[in-house]
């Protein structure tokens, strides 16, 4: 395969980590503006979804499940017409890929649930 950089090839296995962990930041910082917004602090069971789910994403623990259900939360809040990460719908786009890549890579490294 031919690579500009073929020695960082061996490192693939971090790369998901990376993903992990941004999501999940990313999850919790959105559940905690949500939480503290005085105008709409949005429902609780949501918050409390999103705290799931990055504190999920952020551990390893069901990773693919956690990100699957971070794909249908941001997608449901897209039909919806919710306010979705900031009110910045790239941002939203991103972690749904972000999301959509970890169902299909798995945890990666320093993960609790490890590929056998």
Excluded at 12 to 19: D, R
Excluded at 21 to 39: E, S, W
Excluded at 44 to 73: D, N, P, R, S
Excluded at 94 to 105: E, H, I, K
Aim: glycine share 12%; hydrophobic share 60%; net charge positive.
């Amino acid at each position: 395969m031919l690579s500009l950089f073929p020695a960082l090839l061996s490192f693939s296995f971090f790369a998901p980590l990376l993903l992990r962990i941004g999501a999940g930041l990313a999850f919790l910082i959105v559940g905690n503006r949500r939480m503290r917004d005085p105008v709409s602090p949005g429902p609780k069971y949501l918050i409390a979804l999103e705290w799931l789910i990055g504190a999920l994403l952020i551990v390893g623990l069901f990773t693919q499940g956690a990100a699957l259900v971070g794909i249908l939360l941001i997608l449901a809040l897209k039909m919806f017409k919710q306010e979705t990460y900031g009110g910045n719908t790239l941002a939203g786009t991103l972690l749904l890929f972000v999301c959509f890549s970890l169902l299909a890579t798995g945890a990666g490294a320093f993960a609790i649930d490890l590929p056998l």
